[in-house]
């Protein structure tokens, strides 16, 4: 089982967005997707009232998930670790323990624009409409990932 794990800051707007997209798109019973955040300001809360709005708007259920923070563990339950922004990229990477720690992190936008290292800009101070473009963002490169992953 591949295990996937979505992370940006607080793990209520990008994060669970992106978790309940890539679920969406892969098969279950061979692929495991999780969220976390790199604070701890949002650990045990529901996802923010506007990020379960659009999923919802997609047909995604996401208001089940509870913010968590990221963790030196996660380095070895997970396979990959997509992060959200360059913040997130450095949070990540400092509790990195060795090389093969570091090799699971990417930026989840290289997946649609490779080595560009492109932010998923944090919606939480905008309006509504962030966060309907943070999820086609997010759509679009899970779409690809759940492609290379189900055709390798």
Not at 29 to 42: I, L, P
Not at 127 to 139: A, K, T
């Amino acid at each position: 089982m591949t295990k996937i794990l979505m992370v940006c800051l607080g793990n209520i707007c990008r994060s669970p967005l992106a978790e309940g997209i890539l679920k969406s798109k892969l098969p279950a019973e061979d692929f495991q997707v999780d969220s976390a955040g790199t604070a701890s300001y949002h650990i045990g809360s529901a996802p923010d009232k506007r990020s379960v709005a659009v999923a919802k708007k997609h047909g995604l259920n996401i208001s089940n998930l509870k913010g968590r923070q990221f963790e030196v563990s996660d380095f070895d339950t997970f396979d990959i670790i997509y992060v959200m922004d360059e913040s997130n990229y450095q949070n990540v990477l400092k509790l990195a323990r060795n090389e093969e720690d570091e090799n699971k992190v990417k930026f989840i936008l290289n997946e649609v624009y490779p080595n560009k290292n492109f932010d998923v800009p944090d919606p939480y101070y905008g309006g509504d409409e962030g966060f309907q473009n943070v999820y086609n963002m997010l759509d679009e490169a899970c779409t690809k990932i759940a492609q290379d992953l189900t055709s390798s």
